[in-house]
């Protein structure tokens, strides 16, 4: 009886953030919603799919939790597109339904024919079935809770042989993403399952070491003035990473370059490293193997090579696709031809060296194209992009001075903004660093905690791993003179020190916390006010470490 009133309060509390809005307050149990995608990670939306459980399944009204339908473990459950809704086939009966839920108590849900790493993808959580206000098709979205999709996450990103503490750094970067993604692709859901997202396989690729990664990383985000950051990563940066300011063109505006992020700033992997913002030292930097910490990927450098003629012939079909980006100036349309290949000139470069515009040079016209994932998109071999646009171009010519050969040279694989993954794992290989080391150096000036939130009428409850036993609550803006709080069941009140002047206040709570997994409640005071716990880190002798680099 007690079990099945443990699954019946995960199941309505499923089914309540599906309909609650989202707001500031923290809450014990976040839920993702993942669009899920099909066998090659592009269409979303659904015409028709096979769902099963692998034990006995519940299908739910979305908004009460009513059970409508019980099914057998291994029961095909096929839901078909209609104009009336959605076609809901259990054997041979038949029935038509919206705003529902699929969700296994005892086991796991799987969708027919659908693979992740070459076996049959299976996922904790429920199935939501959203179907478009048009009535064009539905989403498969799977419900599932902060921590379980984590676990599906951080595996799948990043290779766990790079151990412990990089899974850690890749396990609070995948937490900060997905509770603020850079964009919101559908209101249907926060996240898709692929790279236009981040990887999310579900429950049969989890791994025991990125598992308790994730769990020894629970509740802890990384900030930036008191508020969670966008925690971009890639797999190599090739020795330096970039500025979002110079990868990005704003989301709302899609103006490029786009507002600076403090916090996503160019970073060398050694402190002797110089910016690479002009031809010569960009040129010296990724022609040679300088020592990093992403030395190891295959990808630190790179090389590809062109005729004069494939390239034109690529040109002609990338530059009108990336035409539609906005970012080809003038724009090149289908059937234009280019004419005779003259030189490519870089225009300008950021600090990691990443060229931010170059100017493709040809018989019938010059084209301006910005932005490093453009640039990658036309400079095509084989049909794959550049590895990133860290790159350099060598022209070799006949006794004529007619273009022969193109030569692209570069480092890094991805955009570079943030933690670099290869990095990642060779500062906690070789370097032995904390997770938390590894994400101060690639997200600059951050300090690590819990999510903030504004405490109202109702106590709000946290659990989180505090690395080395020290944490602080930290109050932002209006003061209150005493602030009532639960820490691993034992009740505590602080006063509160109040300046004219003074935005926040730290309490020390370090006498009472765990090196390891902890509980608070915040409990609501007459004056509403922002918390959260930072926890804290030493960093001394791992900056001295650092700056010394590799060695």
């Known amino acids: 009886m007690g079990s099945k009133i443990v699954r019946f309060l995960f199941c309505f509390i499923l089914l309540f953030f599906v309909i609650s809005p989202t707001n500031s307050i923290a809450k014990p149990n976040d839920v993702v919603r993942v669009g899920i995608t099909d066998n090659k990670f592009q269409n979303v939306l659904k015409q028709q799919i096979v769902v099963y459980g692998t034990s006995d399944c519940e299908i739910c009204d979305k908004y009460s939790g009513k059970v409508l339908i019980r099914v057998p473990a291994n029961t095909d459950i096929t839901v078909s597109n209609l104009l009336s809704g959605l076609d809901v086939l259990i054997g041979q009966n038949c029935v038509t339904l919206r705003d529902f839920v699929v969700t296994c108590p005892s086991g796991l849900l799987g969708i027919k024919d659908l693979k992740r790493k070459g076996i049959s993808a299976l996922y904790h959580g429920a199935f939501e079935f959203y179907q478009e206000q048009s009535r064009n098709g539905f989403y498969l979205i799977n419900l599932v809770e902060l921590q379980e999709y984590l676990k599906g996450v951080v595996p799948n990103e990043m290779p766990v042989r790079f151990g412990l503490e990089a899974l850690k750094a890749q396990a609070v970067a995948a937490r900060n993403y997905v509770l603020t993604p850079r964009t919101k692709l559908n209101p249907a859901y926060d996240v898709v399952d692929s790279v236009a997202s981040q990887v999310y396989y579900g429950a049969n690729t989890e791994s025991d070491i990125a598992t308790r990664a994730v769990m020894e990383t629970d509740g802890i985000v990384a900030l930036y003035n008191n508020e969670l950051i966008l925690t971009l ?135 301006r194209v910005a932005k490093e994932l453009v640039i990658r998109r036309v400079f095509q071999k084989d049909g794959n992009s550049l590895p990133s646009a860290n790159v350099y171009f060598d022209i070799e010519t006949d006794v004529n001075g007619n273009i022969t050969k193109i030569i692209a040279q570069g480092g890094g694989y991805g955009h570079g903004v943030g933690m670099s993954q290869f990095g990642a794992g060779y500062m906690a290989a070789k370097l032995h660093q904390p997770y938390y080391n590894i994400l101060r150096h690639y997200y600059t000036g951050i300090n690590l905690g819990t999510r903030p939130v504004e405490i109202l009428n109702t106590e709000v409850e946290q659990t989180f791993w505090a690395p080395i036993g020290r944490a602080e609550i930290v109050i932002v803006g209006i003061s209150t003179p005493k602030i009532k709080v639960m820490i691993n069941g034992k009740m505590q009140e602080f006063s509160v020190a109040r300046t004219l002047f003074k935005n926040i206040a730290k309490i020390d709570i370090s006498s009472y916390i765990e090196d390891g997994q902890n509980k608070i409640v915040f409990y609501p005071s007459y004056i509403p006010m922002k918390v959260y716990v930072e926890v804290i880190e030493s960093y001394a002798n791992a900056n001295k470490e650092l700056s010394g680099g590799n060695q």
């Open 233 to 367: 990563y890639s797999s190599t940066a090739g020795g330096y990473t970039e500025s979002y300011s110079n990868a990005f063109s704003d989301t709302l505006t899609k103006a490029f370059p786009a507002p600076n992020k403090p916090y996503l700033t160019a970073v060398p992997d050694k402190d002797s490293f110089e910016p690479l913002n002009t031809e010569e030292k960009a040129r010296d930097f990724y022609q040679s193997k300088h020592p990093s910490y992403d030395i190891d990927s295959p990808y630190y450098r790179w090389k590809r090579e062109w005729t004069e003629e494939e390239l034109e012939s690529i040109l002609t079909q990338t530059l009108p696709a990336q035409s539609k980006t906005g970012f080809v100036n003038p724009a090149c349309k289908n059937g234009d031809e280019i004419g005779k290949l003259k030189g490519i000139h870089v225009v300008k470069r950021g600090n990691s060296g990443k060229i931010i515009e170059l100017d493709i040079q040809a018989t019938k016209g010059c084209y």
